[in-house]
């Protein structure tokens, strides 16, 4: 081995040391960059073009040396849009020219070539990025000069490529590691969120249920059981009094009124005939009636009324957080009006409940289950809640169409499969006692 291969061989061992160990590729390409230049090919500009594992399709640059917009801020870039789209492409695994301004690869329509003359880049070597047959991506060499590189510089390349592909190869695939163990720990931090919150929201319809035993039992009932008792004495009275039986019918009608309250609070007819709109128009009216105060409402609705072509599942969960956001305007934050609006975006439902009340009612803050309760419904469908306070509040759901438009049946869904979970934003259990009713 003669003294030239000695040099060599040193600067390419000073490569490999100044892959180990660093996670940053970037700064391993500035490390290495000195032993090429000086001791290996002389170069005015050098980088590497990294195919994205993810998106086949795409890549991203990391430069030394002259910096040109293909390696800005680690933009991703069309590989059919560059220059070397043969290479990126695995059509070819080199391409040289002595000079790319004239050289027709480089150039075509929409390709991403200005840097080419921008940088003055006329000789250039291109070499792929392989490991066990897999295509990393590419090495570039430039440098201002025509006919600047040979047969040697060629073979210099790829001994170069040979060393960082490997790098590379490991770096992408400890990121898609790390990426993956910190997917599946989120996943499992939302699924735990989920499975308390949803304890919560059992435990909120247990109380609910027991509430509407309460009211049947305590107001209907006796409402029926005093009707009973003055139906049986006018039944012994031969001319019982007019006005008796009016009394009476006032009653009977009063109590059928109060009943049907309590049905459609348990189930939304409306929202089965008529659907969401009608009955989100028919909730405000309940919701605002018998009120202290007048509060007038509206619904807009500028969806075409997607949100009924979609699962009953999604649509009953979303009515029920719009049904909870005026109940919570309603009792706690001294409104006067309150608004329904649904629109639609390319990839999302927005429902948005705002009321204009000043401030929450004292001793509002004591009470974060309906809070609760929306947070966690809005999770089990895979959908965003945020809630905004400045004049008035509002509760704003967001749906995404690909949540609405799901093959998951409402039988599948009544599983609540992982897939759920992965999707949806629940709210961390370190946060579920300190929720804030916002309304």
């Not at 919150?197 to 059981?225: F, I, N, P, V, Y």
């Not at 909730?283 to 509060?295: A, C, F, P, W, Y």
């Not at 509760?395 to 979970?421: K, M, W, Y």
Request: aromatic content about 4%; proline content about 3%.
């Amino acid at each position: 081995m003669d003294d030239c291969d000695d040099i060599k061989l040193e600067h390419y061992l000073a490569i490999s040391r100044a892959i180990g160990g660093e996670l940053d590729f970037q700064k391993v390409l500035n490390r290495i960059a000195g032993a090429v230049k000086s001791k290996l090919i002389d170069y005015d500009h050098m980088d590497v073009a990294v195919v994205l594992p993810s998106d086949k399709s795409m890549h991203v640059a990391i430069e030394t040396g002259v910096k040109t917009i293909w390696g800005i801020d680690g933009k991703k870039q069309e590989n059919a849009l560059s220059p070397i789209r043969q290479i990126l492409s695995g059509e070819v695994d080199l391409q040289t020219t002595n000079d790319a301004w004239e050289d027709a690869r480089f150039h075509f329509d929409g390709a991403i070539d200005a840097p080419i003359f921008e940088a003055n880049l006329r000789s250039r070597i291109h070499v792929s990025l392989n490991v066990h047959g897999e295509l990393l991506g590419a090495l570039n060499i430039s440098a201002h000069m025509k006919n600047a590189y040979g047969d040697r510089e060629v073979e210099i390349a790829r001994n170069i490529a040979d060393l960082i592909s490997p790098y590379i190869y490991a770096l992408i695939k400890g990121e898609q590691a790390q990426a993956s163990a910190s997917a599946e720990g989120a996943a499992r931090g939302r699924e735990q969120s989920l499975r308390i919150g949803a304890q919560k929201l059992t435990d909120a319809m247990e109380a609910e249920r027991q509430r509407l035993g309460m009211e049947l039992h305590d107001q209907t009932l006796a409402d029926l059981s005093s009707i009973y008792r003055r139906v049986k004495r006018l039944a012994d009275d031969v001319r019982p009094e007019v006005r008796e039986l009016h009394n009476l019918s006032d009653t009977i009608s009063r109590c059928t009124t109060e009943l049907r309250g309590i049905i459609e609070n348990a189930k939304p007819g409306v929202l089965d005939l008529f659907g969401l709109t009608q009955a989100i128009e028919a909730q405000l009216k309940r919701s605002t009636q018998g009120v202290d105060r007048e509060i007038s409402t509206s619904v807009v609705d500028t969806t075409s009324d997607v949100l009924d072509h979609g699962a009953y599942r999604i649509r009953l969960a979303v009515f029920r957080i719009i049904q909870e956001a005026v109940t919570n305007a309603v009792k706690h934050s001294g409104c006067t009006a309150i608004s329904v609006r649904l629109s639609q975006t390319s990839d999302h439902i927005r429902i948005e409940v705002a009321n204009d009340g000043s401030k929450p009612t004292e001793g509002w803050r004591r009470s974060t289950g309906g809070v609760n309760n929306i947070r966690v419904r809005a999770a089990l469908i895979g959908a965003e809640v945020s809630f905004e306070r400045g004049d008035g509040s509002k509760t704003i759901l967001s749906v995404p169409l690909d949540v609405l438009n799901s093959q998951i049946s409402d039988e599948e869904f009544s599983g609540v499969p992982s897939a759920v979970f992965r999707r949806a934003v629940a709210v961390p259990e370190s946060e579920l006692p300190r929720l804030e009713n916002t309304e």
